[in-house]
């Protein structure tokens, strides 16, 4: 059965029945989605697994840990503002993204020790802030170092 074609309340409602049915019967369910959202809230105990290769066994917290994923703190900024001008420190900055109009500033939120309002008290500038959850879907290209895009077609050739 595929959650797919289901609205949100349909999963949840789906999922809800199918943990009460193993539990009331004892019994183990096996799921294998690509929906990280579904992988973070269903499941005790998480495999990650790409192309036949097991990558992580544990539940969804222990897998987002043992990945080194973080959360972090996204600031937009206008075009102009020099980057290096603004009050942060260098080692909460995890990179800078040019975007069509401003620039993103990632900043390692555990390293920042700021929340969003004192991000815009000490960079009036921002045009915008927000925080970021760590969530599987970072997990899993961390851990299997690929996309979670479609996969490349395979030729048959190995290397």
Do not use: C
């Amino acid at each position: 059965m595929t959650t797919s074609g289901l609205d949100v309340q349909g999963k949840r409602d789906f999922w809800t029945l199918l943990k009460e049915v193993a539990a009331d019967q004892g019994v183990t369910l096996l799921l294998a989605t690509h929906d990280m959202e579904e992988a973070e809230r269903v499941p005790r105990r998480l495999l990650i697994i790409h192309r036949g290769i097991l990558y992580a066994d544990g539940s969804p917290e222990e897998i987002r840990a043992l990945s080194g994923v973080e959360s972090r703190l996204i600031v937009d900024l206008p075009p102009h503002v020099n980057v290096a001008d603004i009050p942060l420190p260098a080692e909460v900055v995890d990179h800078v993204e040019r975007k069509a109009g401003y620039q993103r500033v990632i900043l390692k939120a555990s390293s920042a020790r700021w929340d969003a309002a004192e991000i815009l008290r000490r960079v009036p500038q921002a045009l915008r802030v927000e925080r970021r959850e760590a969530n599987l879907g970072d997990a899993f290209l961390r851990l299997t170092g690929t996309s979670l895009e479609a996969p490349e077609e395979h030729t048959g050739e190995t290397a």
